[in-house]
């Protein structure tokens, strides 16, 4: 079963604060590093933050600083904490594989709109 649920997405003012979530398989979950990608409309999907099964991170550089992944290993879940947010952060946001691509399975995603 695939599994690849993300919530916590929302409206917020410019500045402000979310923490989205994903619910991901427990085998993919287990097996793969994990990673929050974005897609504003009329631009391609972009991966925004990375974490690796033991922790390790990367980041854009457009939100460095910023936006925080971490993953809890134990209940197959993985995290964003997004602080001050910008309105180039508005998008949809997905939760995959770090390695996930056009042929991959997406799930729905959760809209994340930042606006005064």
């Known amino acids: 079963q695939v599994q690849l649920v993300e919530s916590g997405g929302g409206l917020v003012q410019p500045g402000g604060s979310l923490r989205l979530s994903c619910a991901a398989s427990g085998s993919i979950f287990r097996l793969y590093a994990m990673g929050w990608y974005r897609q504003a409309p009329g631009k391609q999907r972009e991966l925004v933050a990375a974490i690796t099964r033991d922790g390790r991170t990367n980041y854009a550089d457009s939100v460095k600083g910023r936006f925080t992944i971490s993953r809890d290993n134990a209940k197959n879940m993985v995290y964003l904490q997004m602080n001050s947010l910008k309105p180039e952060d508005t998008a949809v946001y997905y939760c995959?594989?770090?390695?996930?691509?056009?042929?991959?399975?997406w799930g729905q995603g959760t809209q994340v709109t930042v606006s005064s």
């Open positions: 995959n594989v770090d390695s996930a691509g056009d042929y991959s399975y």
